[in-house]
């Protein structure tokens, strides 16, 4: 009687999964919705097990105590964008993001850490940190260290603290449109700064602006 040997046998090469395809398919199609968000001027319609299942805020509002809305009326959202909820779904359906331009990326980025940390989505919120790690500059570093701060984000925190320890970048962000902003919604992140004589300059140039 011959054995059976596997190595004789053709390999079998099992393909990478494509649940995310699908479940985008199913959103595109909108087959099966059975809940509709009212965003701006736009409808967004989805599937209330598909959001319940990736966010536990949804599940608490489309089946828990904080249950809203009906099959047919649509669930007015009124703190978030259009374009930004589109990209908040299209992420709980396929686990991605859809493409954007890499000018409108730090914005969008900076839209949805603030969506993703509302709805406990917590691997979206930190593909977002990643992607504003990548963003600082002087222009933009105390906008983000703000959002850092407001949302708990101790390493994209730590990024800005690290770039502003340079002197060169304190100087250049401090005359920013966004450290004005930091200081007033986030004074006491000043005292994180990683260099003790850089607080004094910061104290120094806004009384100089006083």
Do not use: W
């Not at 494509?18 to 967004?44: A, E, M, P, Y």
């Not at 989805?46 to 009326?73: Q, W």
């Not at 374009?83 to 914005?107: C, G, H």
């Not at 919120?125 to 708990?152: D, F, M």
């Amino acid at each position: 009687m011959s054995e059976f040997h596997a190595q004789e046998t053709p390999s079998i090469l099992v393909p990478p999964s494509d649940l995310h395809r699908h479940l985008g398919l199913l959103l595109s199609s909108k087959v099966g919705v059975d809940v509709k968000f009212r965003v701006g001027r736009k409808t967004f319609s989805a599937h209330r097990s598909v959001l319940a299942a990736r966010s536990p805020v949804f599940r608490a509002e489309l089946f828990g105590l904080m249950k809203e809305g009906t099959t047919t009326g649509a669930i007015r959202i009124h703190d978030i964008k259009p374009e930004v909820f589109n990209a908040l779904l299209t992420f709980m359906y396929t686990d991605a993001l859809p493409a954007m331009d890499k000018q409108e990326e730090s914005a969008m980025a900076q839209h949805l850490l603030v969506a993703a940390d509302k709805h406990d989505l917590e691997r979206l919120k930190l593909i977002c940190e990643e992607k504003l790690c990548n963003c600082i500059n002087t222009s933009s570093v105390a906008t983000i260290l703000a959002l850092a701060e407001q949302h708990h984000c101790h390493e994209l925190k730590a990024t800005c603290l690290v770039f502003l320890s340079s002197p060169n970048n304190l100087d250049a962000a401090i005359e920013s449109e966004g450290f004005e902003l930091l200081t007033k919604r986030c004074p006491g992140v000043i005292k994180d700064f990683p260099k003790s004589q850089v607080a004094p300059s910061i104290l120094g140039k806004r009384k100089s602006g006083a």
